[in-house]
């Protein structure tokens, strides 16, 4: 029976194919997932359905709103771990189509729900279909684009996963645009928008489904040789997903994602009121919107720039300068809002967001080093639950911690300074679990032909 | 292959720049 074409065999490149045209395949597909980012434009305009102009009796509470992106990266990080292996057996393309019909459809979805006003299919829609959409998104492109790139395989994970981070950059403004289109006297044009996106989006991934391939089994780029000289904690052998989770390399590495995720992530969800509330009177609620843009914007390149960065330094080098300069960065923070410095202030959250966005964009290939390529999608996918986790641990840090200072009647200008010190200690875990990573032993290794570690792996 | 590679780039290229840029435009009024 002949391939079809989402099947693997039909997405093998032919001799001499050029492979710079792979990264605007998962380029494609993570601009348009990382629309999640930017999901809080929904937020006001879904708790105003009802009575349009200002929330009536009946409308959708704030927190019942803010569920839906909670649920959704919850979701994202499962289904990563659960479609990961299948997404490397089916191959990019069949995975990237499941998953523009999981992120297109969710929006239709959620469009019905906010039709009929039904927070449940929000929630079903955008949160749960969203969400499976996400996360077998996200992981597609990986361990096609190391596999296309073994020389510099943090560069070409960088350039996808930046996709992630420049999502919201354009959905932000894309969102406002189409709903102040579509806004009536009688509706939000939400729903409007929800459909007009779920389409854009649905066909945009489309392109990452026509132009992705997979380098046949034989590649490798013109004129490189594998180095012979083995590198310090750089693998060429494999391990197979079943085996890597069950190593204390897996749960390093998971705990070093985890940690750089949680101190980031927690900082970008409060970073408006933060800065209006250390610079009181000083910074305006629409300027406060331009540094989380900008942040936004740091989030992004720093995708880049730190992966490509590390194939030069070394991953744990370049987590090393995570971790290090993150907690010189974090425990100036109080300082700089002591002596009233709006740059300073900007500059070292720019940098800290770079290293966020850098800590995902950099753990792909990491994990390439450590567990070789063969399952390192499969892999990838697993790991991602440590974003899950910090997605509710980093808000929830944050937000608790300067409630309770606030209520033990600190300043809200100070009421961050315990929460930076709180965010270097998990600065100070993740370092300390990187320097604890050492190659995999090789009794966990994949032998050829079988599909079972070595003898003595449990 | 050339032209492919060209327009596959421009096509992911064009919306990138353009959130850039309208995030730059928003990121000025911060300094002002």
Redesign the interface.
């Known amino acids: 029976m002949s391939a079809s074409f989402l099947d693997r065999e039909s997405t093998v490149a032919p001799a001499g194919?050029?492979r710079?045209?792979v990264p605007?395949?998962a380029?494609?597909v993570h601009?348009s997932i990382g629309q999640a980012y930017a999901f809080s434009t929904f937020n006001l305009p879904l708790t105003k359905l009802i009575g349009i102009s200002h929330s009536a009796p009946g409308d959708w509470k704030l927190t019942e709103v803010g569920w839906t992106f909670s649920i959704a990266i919850a979701i994202l990080g499962l289904s990563a771990a659960l479609f990961g292996r299948w997404v490397e057996l089916a191959g990019p393309r069949k995975s990237m189509f499941t998953a523009a019909m999981c992120f297109g459809g969710g929006f239709i979805v959620a469009a019905i729900g906010v039709h009929f006003h039904s927070l449940s299919l929000l929630y079903l829609g955008y949160g749960v279909l969203g969400g499976i959409g996400l996360g077998i998104g996200y992981i597609s492109p990986v361990s096609t684009l190391i596999k296309w790139f073994p020389d510099r395989p943090g560069m070409a994970t960088g350039m996808a996963i930046m996709?992630f981070g420049?999502g919201?950059?354009?959905?932000?403004?894309l969102s406002l645009l189409l709903m102040a289109h579509f806004r009536t006297a009688t509706s939000t044009g939400v729903m409007e928008t929800f459909v007009t996106m779920g389409v854009i989006y649905f066909m945009?991934m489309m392109?990452g489904v026509y132009?992705v391939r997979v380098p046949a089994a034989d590649w490798k780029p013109a004129g490189w040789v594998a180095p012979v000289k083995p590198r310090p904690l750089v693998t060429e052998a494999h391990v197979a997903v079943d085996v890597a989770w069950k190593t204390r390399q897996f749960w390093l590495l998971w705990t070093v994602l985890c940690m750089n995720v949680t101190a980031g992530i927690g900082v970008l969800g409060q970073a408006s009121p933060m800065i209006q509330e250390i610079f009181s009177g000083r910074?305006t609620p629409?300027?406060a919107?331009?540094?989380v843009?900008?942040l936004?914007?740091f989030n992004m390149g720093g995708r880049f720039v730190w992966a490509t960065v590390s194939d030069y330094i070394g991953r744990r080098n370049t987590y090393i300068v995570f971790f290090g300069l993150g907690i010189l960065l974090y425990s100036s923070v109080p300082t700089i809002g002591h002596i009233g410095s709006?740059?300073l202030f900007?500059a070292a959250f720019a940098v800290i967001l770079s290293m966020y966005g850098g800590g995902f964009a950099t753990i792909p290939a990491y994990l390439r080093d450590i567990f070789g390529t063969m399952h390192v999608g499969a892999i990838h996918g697993r790991l991602l639950t440590a974003w899950s986790v910090a997605g509710v641990l980093g808000p929830v840090l944050v937000n608790y911690i300067r409630q309770y200072q606030i209520d033990s009647g600190v300043p809200k200008a100070q009421a961050y300074s315990i929460t930076m010190y709180i965010m270097c200690a998990l600065l100070l875990i993740g370092l300390l679990c990187n320097l604890g990573m050492r190659a995999v032993s090789d009794k966990y290794h994949h032998r050829l032909g079988t599909s079972a570690p070595a003898k003595g792996a449990s | 292959m050339k032209a492919r590679i060209f327009a596959l780039w421009l096509a992911v290229g064009i919306p990138l720049l353009w959130g850039v840029m309208k995030t730059l435009e928003n990121a000025v009024k911060l300094f002002h």
């Open positions: 194919y050029n710079f045209s605007p395949a380029l494609a601009l996709g420049g919201a950059l354009i959905a932000a403004p945009f392109i132009a910074v629409e300027a919107g331009s540094f843009g900008l936004s914007l709006i740059p900007v």
